[in-house]
């Protein structure tokens, strides 16, 4: 059988409100085959450093049966962004794993795993888990 994701044992250092996450698949997990279904680039303000969103859609279930997975659309935004590099973005963005490593003081680099589609990386300030909530593909599409 195939998992959905592989369970890490703690959420990575740096992240805000990785409770959110945890309770939707039991521990941090690593994000492989979720998919990227929107990056927001905020550039920011006289007030405000630049931004990045991520949408991901990921499974939280184990089971080898779709009906019986459950899907959740993860809303993470990074803030005080100083570098990125994202490339390859395509109708569909399928990641290998989403990396988080302390780069220096108070900074993270959040990797996007290469897999299909989009990948790269960025480095922040600050990670916030800002929903995770049910999620289901359109009929009409595959997760």
């Known amino acids: 059988m195939q998992l959905c994701n592989t369970l890490e044992v703690e959420a990575p250092i740096g992240v805000v409100n990785p409770e959110a996450v945890i309770s939707a698949f039991g521990s941090w997990p690593s994000f492989h085959d979720a998919e990227v279904h929107g990056v927001v680039l905020n550039r920011g303000s006289a007030d405000e ?16 049966w779709e009906e019986e997975r459950d899907y959740v659309m993860v809303t993470m935004k990074c803030f005080d962004v100083s570098a990125s590099e994202l490339r390859d973005l395509g109708p569909q963005n399928v990641l290998s794993s989403l990396d988080f490593e302390p780069v220096a003081e108070g900074l993270t680099q959040v990797t996007l795993g290469e897999c299909y589609g989009l990948s790269g990386s960025l480095v922040c300030k600050q990670v916030l888990i800002e929903s995770v909530v049910p999620w289901r593909p359109p009929t009409d599409e595959k997760p």
């Not at 450093?49 to 080898?64: E, F, M, N, Q, W």
């Open 49 to 64: 450093r630049p931004s990045i969103t991520l949408l991901l859609h990921a499974c939280a279930g184990d089971s080898a």
